[in-house]
């Protein structure tokens, strides 16, 4: 069964800081990859993909790196603001048979970034 | 506007009621799933579709009902309601771009069901 271990669980950090979160998963076979982030009480927004054959995908501030090897992926974050303050969630997706597109969460981590 | 549509967004139900989440998407995606989340815990797989007609169990199941009759709509019945399920449901859905090729996920905005 695919764990998905999310580093740190919580973050607190001053604007404009640069940031790092990581995120390691068990199971190397994984279709793709999916960067979401959660407001208080809210659903789940989708900020990147990374599919299984890609490296690393950017959107703006936000970059995500894949090494499916090794299991990890990370999100940088640049020059953090407030509005960035939200849950982050990485989740693998499986990639076989019966479970094809399953996805797998971990808790995620809580980031803080005060003014 | 395009998404996935969430109802009721807020649900109280007394222990052995039976009530209905409806989740409905408009962007023609074949791959539909809920999912509950509960404090402290990730996401959990209930149920999951990969098409109209086809549905399959989760890690959750228990409790809980699905069918799919159309592309659009997975509702997910609730049997017989127990203080256990009390936690915040969400829909998702996703979609394939030729053979088996996975896109990213939709989520709706969750409905937050207590049971009493």
């Given at each position: 069964?695919?764990?998905?271990?999310?580093?740190?669980?919580?973050?607190?950090?001053?604007?404009?800081?640069n940031?790092?979160?990581?995120c390691?998963?068990?199971d190397?076979?994984?279709?793709?990859?999916?960067?979401?982030?959660?407001?208080?009480?809210?659903?789940?927004?989708?900020?990147?993909l990374?599919q299984?054959s890609?490296?690393?995908?950017?959107?703006?501030?936000?970059?995500a790196?894949?090494?499916?090897?090794?299991?990890?992926?990370?999100?940088?974050i640049?020059?953090?603001?407030?509005?960035?303050?939200a849950?982050?969630?990485c989740?693998?997706?499986?990639?076989?048979?019966?479970?094809?597109?399953?996805?797998y969460f971990?808790?995620?981590?809580?980031l803080?970034?005060?003014? | 506007?395009?998404?996935?549509?969430?109802?009721?967004?807020?649900?109280?139900?007394k222990?052995?009621?039976s009530?209905?989440?409806?989740?409905?998407?408009?962007?023609?995606?074949?791959?539909?799933?809920?999912?509950?989340?509960?404090?402290?815990?990730?996401?959990?797989?209930?149920?999951?579709?990969?098409g109209?007609?086809?549905?399959?169990?989760?890690?959750?199941p228990?409790?809980?009902?699905?069918?799919?009759?159309?592309?659009?709509?997975f509702?997910?019945?609730?049997l017989?309601a127990?203080?256990?399920?009390t936690?915040?449901?969400?829909?998702?859905?996703?979609?394939?771009?030729?053979?088996?090729?996975?896109?990213g996920y939709?989520?709706?905005?969750?409905?937050r069901?207590?049971?009493v």
């Amino acid at each position: 069964k695919q764990e998905v271990t999310q580093i740190p669980a919580a973050l607190s950090v001053p604007e404009g800081e640069n940031l790092v979160l990581n995120c390691s998963f068990t199971d190397s076979a994984i279709y793709n990859l999916q960067w979401f982030r959660q407001d208080p009480g809210k659903g789940l927004t989708s900020l990147l993909l990374i599919q299984s054959s890609q490296r690393e995908q950017t959107s703006g501030r936000l970059n995500a790196s894949l090494d499916k090897s090794s299991g990890r992926s990370t999100l940088y974050i640049a020059a953090s603001q407030p509005g960035d303050s939200a849950t982050y969630l990485c989740t693998p997706s499986a990639d076989r048979g019966s479970t094809l597109g399953r996805l797998y969460f971990g808790r995620g981590t809580q980031l803080t970034v005060w003014p | 506007n395009a998404g996935v549509t969430q109802t009721p967004k807020f649900q109280v139900l007394k222990t052995g009621q039976s009530m209905t989440l409806q989740c409905a998407q408009d962007m023609n995606h074949e791959y539909m799933s809920w999912y509950r989340q509960d404090p402290g815990m990730g996401l959990r797989l209930i149920h999951y579709s990969v098409g109209a007609g086809i549905t399959d169990q989760g890690e959750v199941p228990n409790g809980y009902n699905v069918s799919r009759s159309t592309t659009e709509d997975f509702p997910l019945r609730l049997l017989s309601a127990a203080p256990s399920q009390t936690s915040v449901y969400f829909c998702a859905s996703s979609y394939r771009a030729g053979g088996l090729t996975f896109y990213g996920y939709t989520f709706g905005s969750g409905t937050r069901l207590t049971v009493v």
